[in-house]
């Protein structure tokens, strides 16, 4: 991880129902430094914060939102990740799964990442900078799943030589 890259906890009236820091921390470790360049701040929020802080609305793909309204948002060499809006759809049971934890977190993280990666590294238009953050994205999450939890490829690929032929079996049945 890039020692420049602060991570700050800004929450109005919330807190996380799990320990977040450590995932954010975990999944920067994986991303190559130079794709780090120039990122300042990680703010880790929650949407009525972010309410207060940023009025109007912004362009996302082709609809116009609220900032409160997204899980993640990057603004030069800054990501913010609403918390609340990225946790709310799991049950606190997965949750307390760390690598579930850690990849729920990643997909966002990841995704403002992206927007980084591509305003450094690829400036230039683009029509679909979203579509650019999401193929950042999947290779970055693609990457650290791979270094950070091989063995969990392993046992999904064992699950599914055993799991397989018994559905196939029960569909014939």
Same mark, same amino acid.
């Not at 950042?136 to 990457?143: C, F, R, T, V, Y």
């Not at 799943?145 to 055993?162: C, E, N």
């Given at each position: 991880?890039?020692?420049?890259? +602060?991570?700050?906890?800004?929450? *109005?009236?919330?807190?996380?129902?799990?320990?977040?820091? /450590?995932?954010? @921390?975990?999944?920067?470790?994986?991303?190559?430094? $130079?794709?780090?360049?120039?990122?300042? +701040?990680?703010?880790?929020?929650?949407?009525?914060?972010?309410?207060?802080? %940023?009025?109007?609305?912004?362009?996302?793909?082709?609809? /116009? %939102?609220?900032?409160?309204?997204?899980?993640?948002?990057?603004? +030069?060499? @800054?990501?913010?990740?609403?918390?609340?809006? #990225?946790?709310?759809?799991?049950? $606190?049971? &997965?949750?307390?799964?760390?690598? &579930?934890?850690?990849?729920? #977190?990643?997909? =966002?993280?990841?995704?403002? %990442?992206?927007? *980084?990666?591509?305003? #450094?590294?690829?400036?230039?238009?683009?029509?679909?900078? $979203?579509?650019?953050?999401?193929?950042? +994205?999947?290779?970055?999450?693609?990457?650290?799943?791979?270094? @950070?939890?091989?063995?969990?490829?392993?046992?999904? *690929?064992? &699950? @599914?030589?055993? =799991?397989?032929?018994?559905?196939?079996?029960?569909?014939?049945?």
């Amino acid at each position: 991880m890039s020692p420049t890259v +602060k991570i700050v906890a800004q929450y *109005h009236n919330y807190s996380p129902p799990v320990e977040v820091n /450590r995932s954010v @921390r975990l999944l920067l470790k994986y991303v190559p430094s $130079e794709h780090l360049v120039g990122l300042q +701040k990680i703010v880790l929020t929650n949407s009525e914060e972010v309410g207060e802080q %940023i009025r109007g609305k912004i362009q996302s793909a082709k609809t /116009r %939102i609220r900032p409160a309204d997204c899980a993640g948002l990057y603004s +030069k060499g @800054r990501v913010l990740l609403l918390m609340d809006r #990225i946790l709310e759809q799991y049950p $606190e049971a &997965f949750l307390l799964v760390p690598a &579930f934890k850690t990849y729920v #977190i990643g997909e =966002i993280l990841y995704h403002e %990442i992206g927007h *980084h990666i591509h305003r #450094i590294e690829e400036p230039g238009y683009r029509t679909d900078k $979203e579509a650019v953050a999401d193929q950042w +994205k999947e290779k970055l999450l693609q990457e650290f799943l791979l270094q @950070r939890y091989w063995y969990l490829a392993k046992l999904i *690929h064992i &699950f @599914r030589s055993v =799991i397989n032929p018994i559905v196939l079996w029960l569909r014939r049945a």
